[in-house]
């Protein structure tokens, strides 16, 4: 396994509807990202949370993390079909060799019915 | 202000020829990092250089595959007699200096090895 594992791998909702998507990690981290990716295109930043936060809120996304756990939720509310894309998480590893270098999970495919 | 930038978008090359692929960063950016995605995985690091300066190479493979980023003009990612396990979507990002932890990314070049 990997650091970063997005679960599920795939969510499929219908517009209005919230969509829950979690991250599990496994080493140290300093801050953890969350990044969208429409198909064949490139990322784009989300949002960030550092350790020393729980909760973090950006329009309809809401973040949390639990270093205890080693896990992060990326919740989207009132889902519109535009956010149909795929959700990485991306962690920056305590003590790494070079600040700013990601390591991305696998992803979580979400779709939104209209 | 342009985002980052990356040509080809779509680059094909038959086994044993040599891809280029080039990055311009975000105006101002002096960092830069180049991912490769396979397909239906989340993205891999290869390389984080600063200008003149590879600062982490950890993630590229030792051969074949070398990285640039010149004084003057865009960053390049070369590989060279490119195999079919080379046919990926590769991505830069770029952030500045001053703040290296969000990281903008291209659009990305997706290399075909026939």
């Known amino acids: 396994s990997q650091q970063g594992e997005e679960d599920p791998q795939a969510l499929s909702i219908q517009e209005g509807e919230n969509a829950t998507m979690n991250c599990s990690y496994k080493t140290s981290i300093n801050n953890l990202q969350w990044y969208r990716q429409n198909s064949g295109r490139g990322l784009v930043h989300l949002i960030l949370?550092?350790?020393?936060?729980r909760e973090k809120h950006s329009g309809r996304l809401r973040v949390t993390l639990d270093t205890s756990k080693k896990s992060s939720s990326l919740l989207i509310t009132a889902s519109r079909a535009a956010d149909t894309a795929s959700y990485f998480c991306?962690?920056?590893?305590?003590?790494?060799?070079?600040?700013?270098?990601?390591?991305f999970g696998q992803g979580t495919i979400l779709t939104v019915h209209p | 202000n342009a985002g980052v930038m990356q040509n080809p978008r779509h680059l094909v090359r038959r086994r044993g020829q040599e891809a280029r692929l080039r990055c311009s960063p975000m105006k101002g950016h002096s960092h830069v990092y180049w991912y490769r995605q396979l397909p239906e995985e989340g993205l891999k690091f290869m390389v984080y250089?600063?200008?003149?300066?590879?600062?982490?190479e950890s993630g590229m493979p030792k051969e074949r595959f070398s990285a640039e980023f010149p004084k003057e003009g865009p960053s390049i990612l070369r590989i060279q007699q490119v195999v079919r396990g080379d046919s990926a979507a590769y991505f830069c990002?770029?952030?500045?200096?001053?703040?290296?932890?969000?990281?903008?990314f291209g659009p990305g070049t997706r290399l075909l090895v026939l």
């Open positions: 991306a962690t920056v590893i305590t003590g790494g060799t070079s600040y700013g270098k990601l390591t």
């Open positions: 949370i550092r350790s020393n936060e």
């Open positions: 990002a770029s952030s500045p200096r001053t703040e290296r932890e969000t990281q903008y």
């Open positions: 250089l600063q200008k003149e300066n590879i600062i982490d």
